[in-house]
């Protein structure tokens, strides 16, 4: 059964830091990982997609690396701004024999704040 | 872009009774995803349907059911509902492998 697991649960920075969200995952037959960001009581924002076969993922200020063989994924953020305070979630999707695209198992997430 | 629609998006209701969540996926994607997720909790998965056909179900109780219709959208039927149920319900949609793109969710609330 896959696990997903996120640290640092929550993450304090001031602002202009450049930041490193950790997400972990057990079962390494993963199809892709995706990570999101939820703001509080709202819905989910899908910032990156990384395929099994690729390594890593870049949109604007953010960069997310994919490890498959040792079950691990990096999301980073580049001068992390106020407006980047929110949780993020990683979720990975294991392959499916039938058709269709597996379930996004998720992490607990991180909650960031960035202070001004 | 189109986005999933997800309706109502606020529902309030009581215990034992019966609630429907519809989902509209974004055009051409042909997989449909229902997760749940509890206050301070993350995403759970519940059903998928993948061409109008279950795909996978997840921790789903067997009060609720759901179905996609002919037009690819989706909607989740939740019974004798009860207060543990209160949560936020996302759908989401894709194309076979690529990105789940979720809807805005459905809060619900059962006292």
Redo the contacts between chains.
Sequence with gaps: KQEVTQIPAALSVPEGENLVLNCSFTDSAI??L?W?RQDP??????LL?I?SSQREQTSGRLNASLDKSSGRSTLYIAASQPGDSATY?C?V?NF?T????????????TKLTVNP | AAGVIQSPRHLIKEKRETATLKCYPIPRH??V?W?QQGPG?????LI????KMQ??K?SIPDRFSAQQFSDYHSELNMSSLELGDSA?Y?C?S?R??????????T?LLVL
């Design positions: 199809y892709n995706q999101f009581g709202k819905g989910l924002t899908s997609l395929q979630l979720a999707g499916k039938q058709g269709g695209s597996e379930k996004l198992v998720f992490g607990k997430g | 042909d997989t995803y997760y909790q993350d995403p759970q998965f998928s349907f993948y061409e795909s996978d997840g936020l996302f989401a894709s076979s492998y690529e990105t789940q793109y979720f809807g805005p969710g809060r």
